[in-house]
C-alpha cells in the first residue's frame, strides 16, 4: 500500500497545495515520513487525508474557468462504517463547489472496496450542487461500479461504459474533460 502513489504526471500544470482555492493550500508533503494508514497499513505520503479512516484522495488538476477538477481516490469508500462520501463532500467537494466548479471527475483505480448505505443524503446534496453539471467516475473495478448501482448510486454518478477512457495518463487534463463532456452531454441528453 506505501508504493502506491498518486498520479503526478499534471505537476507542472497544476498543484493543489499552491491553490488558494484548494481545500489542500499550503499543505507540505513529505516523501519519507509516513503518517496515515488504512487497517494498519501505511499509504503513501502525497495521498490528501479527507478525514476518513479508509478513503483518501489526490486532487490532480482544476480549472476554474472551464469549472471542473479530476480527484484521485485511495483506499477503500466505506459509506456503510465511515460515511467516506459525507467526508469526501465537506472536506473538498464543497470548496470546489463554491469556487464554481461543476463538473467532477473521479478516477478511481486505487479503490480497492466499496461499501454502501441506502442513504443518499450527500450523494443527492453533491448531485443538487452541480445542477447543470456532473459527476463522472472512471476507472473504478467493475464491482465497485456493481455495488453503485445496487445501492442506486448511478443516479447521481456516471460511470461505466465509455469513461473508461484508456491512456487516460497520456492525455491532458483539458482532453479528458472534453471527452468526458462530450459523452455525458449524449447520454444525458440523448
Known sequence: ?????PSFQWESLYVAARDKKSPFFGRHYSETTYE?????YYIHPLWDDIGSETLFCKILFTDYVAKYTIIELFGEWNDTLHNDV??????VVDHFVDSGIKHFILVGENVLNFHGSFEDDYYAEWFEDVEDGWIAAMHFAPFVEEEWAKYKIDYYLNFG???????????????????????LKRRLNP
Open 36 to 40: 496515515n494508514d488504512i487497517y494498519g
Open 1 to 5: 500500500m506505501q508504493n502506491i502513489e
Open 161 to 183: 461504459g465509455n469513461l473508461q477512457i484508456p491512456n487516460w495518463r497520456t492525455l491532458k487534463p483539458e482532453m479528458i474533460f472534453f471527452m468526458i463532456d462530450k459523452l
Open 86 to 91: 459525507m467526508h469526501l463532500k465537506r472536506t
